[in-house]
């Protein structure tokens, strides 16, 4: 299981990175970067919590 991010709708808010900051990192120019690779079955939980929290629905797991 992966995560994709819309950057479309992403607005850098950093909800996601206060979650799991291991996965999700703002760069020095707010740009969202996710972590490359399948998700450890140990944190599936948190990249759940990250799209749920999403307050733009930009995160979806695949
Ligand atoms: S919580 Fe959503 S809108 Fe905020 S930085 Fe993460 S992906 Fe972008």
Known sequence: MKI?????RCEANGVCV???PDMFELDDDDQ???AEGDIAADRVAD???A???C??????LA
Do not use: M, Y
């Open 4 to 8: 994709i991010v819309d950057f479309d």
């Open 18 to 20: 206060g979650i799991a």
């Open 32 to 34: 969202l970067t996710v």
């Open 47 to 49: 990249a759940e919590e």
């Open 51 to 53: 799209v749920a929290q």
């Open 55 to 60: 307050p733009k629905a930009a995160l979806r």
